[in-house]
Structure formats: structure tokens, C-alpha cells
């Protein structure tokens, strides 16, 4: 047994987290007019010239074509890759990679209401990083998100960032989490995943062979899966990480 005030190192095993709903307590509205005058106004000044109804009908059309068009039997959009047809197609020029991440960067920023990072995560991921190797699953769109855990100083506690946006499929497709897992060599049985979402999170790192915390939502069985654990505050995860490691 480990005398008092020992750390017990466990840097052969593996924490991942996921990101929105887990670790930054977010709200957006993409529904909103109002996002679509600003960006249709903003554009104008690139020479992309679109009116605000056109540009939020055209903006979900391309997302569920994206979706529609895919072998993926969970698919998702790349929204870099939406703004850059939608500037070549109503624009008159050619738009670099740096101007297409700008707009979809204001884009996310008018969409926003709430975001924040959760109370109690810092001083726990710190400590989760001196025990464990570390990495985020997100579906989550690298060309904002990127930027967002930067701005809430996240970026320092994950050396690798796996957005479903990179890859084209996001979770629950089991690719996701053992793309992770090969990152950081670690088996699925030393390996524990952190989400809030039981249909992607839960079942996803079940169906990789990881084990599960479930974040702030009932603590029961889903399709006949089942969490190791649930917390509602960060206080309470380093306890369950010690019971399940």
C-alpha cells in the first residue's frame, strides 16, 4: 500500500473526455434571422454577394446534402467546407483558407448564447493529467472549436483533439474513440471516456471496449448499456476515477 501523501501514478492508462455538454457548458441558435443579416452584411465586404434568407436556406440545404450524400451511417458536415462552397458560389473570387475560417468563425460567434466551462474543471483535468494520458472526442467542428478551447484555456490539458468534422463520421461510430485510443497507445481496458450524451458517448465508448462516466444525466441503462459511474459536479470525478481504475 502507497504511504500517505503518495501519488499513484497511472500513466498507462487513458481519460478521454468529450467536449460540449461535458467540459464547456454551451447554448447556440443557429435558427436566428438575425445571424444570417450580420454574415450576409459582413460577406459583402469579400464580394460575396447573398441576401440574408437566401444565405440561412442555402446554409441547412448544404448541411443536409452533405448529410444525405454520405456512406456514413453516422455522418457529419465539415461547416469549413460549407462557407468555402458558399463563398465560390455567390462570391466573385477566390477565397483563401484564412478568409474561409474567419466567416465561419463570425458565423459560430452570432450563434452563441451561453459559453462557459463548467465549474470545477480546471483544477481537475490538472490533476487527471498529472495521473493520466489525455485526449478529447468531440463532435465538434475543428475550424471553431479549435479556437474555443483556446479561448477557455482547455487546449493546455490535451495534447490530441479527435473533431468528428476531420474525419467525416462522428459518434457513436466506434472509429472515433479507437482512432484515440492508437494516438495515445492504450488498450480499450485501461482506457475510461467522459460524456454527457448516452446515445453518442455512452454507447460509442461501450461498443469500443472503454469505460464510461456519465456527466449531469440519469444514471440508468440505454439499449442495454450501462455507465460506470455518474457525477453531477466535478468534485466527485477523481473519487469515481479511483474506484474504476
Known amino acids: 500500500m502507497p504511504e500517505m501523501g503518495v501519488k499513484i501514478l497511472t500513466k498507462n492508462k487513458a ?19 438575425s445571424i444570417y443579416e450580420v454574415l450576409s452584411r459582413y460577406l459583402s465586404y469579400h464580394s460575396v454577394f447573398i441576401s440574408p434568407d437566401v ?19 453516422f455522418p457529419e458536415v465539415d461547416v469549413y467546407k460549407i462557407f468555402f462552397n458558399i463563398m465560390h458560389t455567390f462570391g466573385k473570387g477566390k477565397y483563401p483558407q484564412k478568409t474561409v ?23 481537475n483535468l490538472a490533476e487527471i493529467c498529472d495521473r493520466y494520458k489525455t485526449a478529447l472526442i468531440s463532435d465538434a467542428q475543428w475550424v471553431f472549436t479549435e479556437p474555443e478551447i483556446r479561448i477557455l484555456g482547455i487546449d493546455r490539458f490535451f495534447k490530441y483533439q479527435i473533431f468528428s468534422s476531420r474525419y467525416g463520421f462522428k459518434k457513436p461510430d466506434e ?21 454527457d450524451n448516452p446515445a453518442r458517448d455512452l454507447i460509442g465508448a461501450k461498443k469500443a471496449g472503454m469505460k464510461f462516466l456519465l456527466f449531469r444525466t440519469s444514471c440508468k441503462n ?24
Open 55 to 73: 444565405l440561412k436556406k442555402t446554409y441547412f440545404e448544404k448541411v443536409q446534402q452533405h448529410i444525405s450524400q454520405s456512406k456514413e451511417p
Open 15 to 33: 481519460v478521454f473526455f468529450d467536449l460540449y455538454g461535458t467540459l464547456i457548458n454551451i447554448r447556440t441558435d443557429e435558427g436566428d434571422v
Open 222 to 245: 440505454y439499449n442495454g448499456f450501462e455507465a460506470d459511474g455518474c457525477f453531477n459536479e466535478y468534485h466527485e470525478l477523481q473519487s469515481l476515477l479511483s474506484q474504476i481504475v
Open 101 to 123: 475560417i474567419d466567416i465561419s468563425m463570425l458565423f459560430r460567434s452570432l450563434t452563441i448564447r451561453r459559453f462557459e466551462a463548467f465549474e470545477g474543471i480546471y483544477d
Open 175 to 195: 472509429r472515433l474513440f479507437n482512432i484515440a485510443m492508437k494516438k495515445l497507445d492504450v488498450k480499450p481496458k485501461d482506457s475510461i471516456y467522459i460524456g
